[in-house]
């Protein structure tokens, strides 16, 4: 899916393993359909958008980029008017029978851009005047969302990604095929915590797009398969597409494989359980048809006033920052809106991008990540390359920047660790956000940056601050901003994120600036203690010493040392937890269960054990006036026991709730 894109950017980082001895794989030659639409004048300073044109382009662009990245297939369809520019497949759907993709009937699994079909689905019903853009979606429910802060979610809110719900990992994704559930039985079980009022933060929501799905099942009286295989793929020609789970036994022959990168065995049929957020498995001839329906003004599935409700709806967002229209999110560049949506599962990687003005789509997906996740930078690199290549700025480029003093100024203020609004806020998986806590930093040529985001993009990030709280990255155009209230930023975001994911500063209390440091040293104080328990025994044994703490004390000191190596079990559990997490995604649903219930038993007995226990200890050292290298000691662990108890507490490291 298009979920915790940054955090599948990392995870594929530590996943990346050397090539296997077949080595790099030579793309077969790739099969393309060209267009018979006439092209149009060449843009000034661009090029005439030509089949032939394209495809040498598209030749050096995308062989070169999947050979470095190590990634064994992909697709890319280019549509203008009503017809193909050029539909190409590159590289291998299956490496080891070197089978080539084909554009026409190899299947991709295009993610989250599945829930660009379940919005035209939802606007098809507003046209029909059976949904209600703004009525509270209880109406349409068999079940009940309670409201937040007196405010019902909307089908609004659901289509900008204001619902307010935090992110939830347990019901989404699955390589069991027996996972899938129909949506009358997922909607009410899977319901998230909502962490914002409707309509105020941009987040991001899996759950919402299959409440909207849901919805259309309802009002329209058809299982949502079947209503998107009537009133969508048939009205368009998509004759190789299914949102069914498994798929149906005539297009499984025609699946690509998902690898983790070239060198890696292929992966599991990905079971989406929001099925309408991202379960579609299509080809790239039939997404160009679904592209070439939105640019002729809805075609055969919206009327044009429908169309154009959809796409020029700009939700409030950060400044001048990409926002939301209605299912689609804005991209501008070299001064053009293009509307757009990115899918991410955990073996596809695609983006889709719609030029309404100039009548142009652009797809593409990859089936693999990728070394170093290098496929999110492909895609970034393509879409501005793409649009200098064809869809060049016109006029002056805007020179505008502000003073260097202001600059540093405003730098100063942004700098700092931020919080997503996409994320988990109520659960255990909230400590997610500690250990990836985005950062802004201050170079010493007083410029900023945020590290932990440029693998995102295709090169390094320039950012200059060209309008007070904005700043533009010279290299791609693409913008950060923020907002400020008596100044102090309150959140911030850039292009990229803006219409669905906003960043707020760290509260004291979840700031990993001194809170990771923090517990890397208690953790580090508790090993040290845990160890020296057997250590300090055999040392005795060894020269015949006896230790100088008898009766209560003695009990305090062996109590606080075996809630040392509770801590210690805990912790091996949860990292264990993430290793699996890592390697599948699908794993944290179902089979990990037992584990998860086991830690957040373990962890608040462990750490709540170790503070009574070391705050009794260190009691007992100076009531017996005991030495100050004890007294040191007991102090320390006291401390490192505090840190531990607040993690626990304030990252929901407890409880026996399943919906996370």
Known sequence: MHFLRKLMFVLAAFAAAPLAAQGPATPPSATATESVVPPPAPPAGGHALTPADLEAWLDGFMTYALQRAQIPGAVVVVVRGDGPVLQKGYGYADLAARKPVSPETTLFRPGSISKLFTWTAV?????????????????????????????????????????????????????????????????????????????????????????????????????????????????????????????????????????????????????????????????????????????NDGGPLLSPATTRLMHDYRAPGVGPLNTMALGFYEQWVNGRRAIAHGGDTEWFHSDLWLFPDADIGLYVSLNSVGKDGAAHAIRNGLFHQF???????????????????????????????????????????????????????????????????????????????????????????????????????????????????????????????????????????????AIGWPVRALVRRNFGATFPLAGRSLRAWRLSRLFCWLVIAAVAGWIALVMIFTADIGAVGGPLDGLIHLLRVLTPISTLGLLVTTAWHLWLTFRDKRSWTMKLGAALLLLAALVLVWVTLRFHLYGFGMVY
């Not at 559930?181 to 909502?194: D, F, H, I, N, W």
């Not at 700025?393 to 505008?400: E, I, L, M, V």
């Not at 945020?450 to 913008?479: H, I, K, N, Q, Y």
């Open 387 to 529: 649009a200098d290549r064809y869809l060049p700025a016109t006029g002056r480029p805007d020179t505008r920047v502000v003073d260097a003093e202001t600059a540093r100024r405003h730098a100063a203020m942004l700098a700092g660790h931020y919080v997503s609004s996409r994320g988990s806020f109520t659960n255990f998986m909230s400590v997610l956000g500690l250990l990836g806590q985005p950062e802004v930093v201050v170079g010493a040529d007083g410029k900023i940056a945020m590290p932990g985001l440029d693998g995102l993009s295709a090169g390094a990030r320039d950012w200059v601050e060209v309008a007070p709280f904005v700043w533009r990255d010279t290299g791609t155009g693409e913008r950060l901003a923020a907002e400020v209230r008596d100044g102090r930023v309150v959140r911030m975001s850039l292009d990229a994120g803006s219409p669905f994911m906003v960043f707020e500063p760290a509260s004291p209390g979840v700031n990993s600036a001194w809170l990771s440091p923090a517990l890397a040293t208690a953790l580090l104080l508790v090993l040290i203690a």
């Open 123 to 295: 606007m098809q019903q507003v046209q029909a005047g059976k949904l209600d853009l703004d009525a509270d979606v209880n109406r349409y429910l068999d079940f009940k969302i309670p409201p937040y802060q007196g405010k019902p979610i909307t089908l609004r809110n659901i289509m900008t990604h204001t619902a307010g719900f935090e992110e939830s990992i347990r019901y989404l994704i699955s390589s069991d095929p027996n996972a899938a559930m129909p949506l009358k039985t997922l909607m009410p079980l899977a319901l998230p915590e909502r962490v914002f009022a409707p309509g105020t933060t941009p987040a991001y929501s899996n759950y919402a797009t299959a409440l909207a799905g849901y919805i259309v099942e309802r009002v329209s009286g058809e299982p949502f398969d079947a209503y998107i295989e009537r009133h969508i793929f048939a009205p368009v020609g998509m004759r190789h597409a299914s949102f069914r789970q498994p798929l149906p036994a005539s297009l499984r022959p025609l699946m690509s494989n998902g690898y983790a990168t070239l060198a890696d065995k292929p992966r599991p049929f990905e079971i989406v359980l929001p099925a309408p957020a991202g379960s579609l498995s299509a080809s790239g001839a039939d997404m160009g048809r679904f592209m070439i329906a939105h640019l």
